[in-house]
């Protein structure tokens, strides 16, 4: 076939706005992979694990390992999944329905301290996992985004604390609390009792085991939920 220069210019002009617009699905492909990132995850052994001792009905699970573990990404990722409940179809989790309510899970985040840990660990964790759009924040004092709500669910986090006195931990009722690194019984122990009402799912992820209480309560342990 021989084509005419004009044909050429308009194969070629053609050619241009085809590979112009790939580009642009791309753009708008990998948009959607930084934004949705919880729906392409793959979870590594050790993860899965955990993730198994939920749907076993478990009720306190310790995640101790060295760092670049995945330990943080785990504890957002499950903050994602129990606040955002359409997400669990999506990467064949449903079962977590028996365990969280679709509507109205309220979470806790425990945090070592404001500045070094929650603003500079926890809430870049949340926000690289959790789709974005799906929730507001609000600020505390120091600037830190430190409660989370999602009007679709009607679901809450909250960030507390080991600075806080254990006094302000008490009276809260939820579904979910994630412990990121040790805290001092006192703490675990009110913010364990706020999950009574619902049968909720106390996670804690550590580096290391560094205080007796956790050996005592959590580790030697004989309680079948934990």
Not at 138 to 156: D, L, P, Q, R
Request: charged share 30%.
């Amino acid at each position: 076939m021989i084509f005419t220069d004009r044909q050429r210019k308009l194969n070629l002009l053609k050619l241009k706005e085809l590979e112009e617009e790939e580009e642009k699905l791309r753009i708008v492909a990998e948009r959607y992979k930084t934004e949705n990132k919880v729906e392409f995850v793959s979870f590594l052994p050790h993860q899965k694990k955990i993730i198994d001792f939920i749907e076993a009905g478990k009720k306190v699970i310790l995640f101790v390992s060295g760092n670049r573990a995945g330990k943080t990404t785990l504890g957002a990722i499950l903050v994602a999944l129990v606040c955002v409940p359409e997400l669990r179809e999506k990467i064949g989790h449903s079962w977590l329905d028996k365990i969280f309510p679709r509507r109205g899970c309220k979470i806790r985040i425990l945090c070592k301290d404001w500045e070094s840990h929650a603003g500079t660990v926890i809430v870049p964790s949340l926000k690289e996992w959790i789709p974005a759009g799906t929730y507001e924040t609000k600020k505390n004092n120091v600037g830190i985004e430190f409660f989370w709500t999602f009007s679709k669910s009607n679901a809450s986090i909250q960030l507390m604390t080991n600075v806080q006195d254990t006094a302000i931990h008490e009276g809260w009722k939820g579904h979910f609390v994630w412990q990121d690194e040790t805290t001092t019984r006192d703490k675990y122990v009110a913010n364990k009792r706020g999950l009574i009402d619902h049968s909720g799912v106390y996670l804690m992820t550590f580096t290391a085991v560094d205080t007796s209480w956790v050996l005592d309560d959590i580790v030697l342990s004989q309680d079948d939920n934990i």
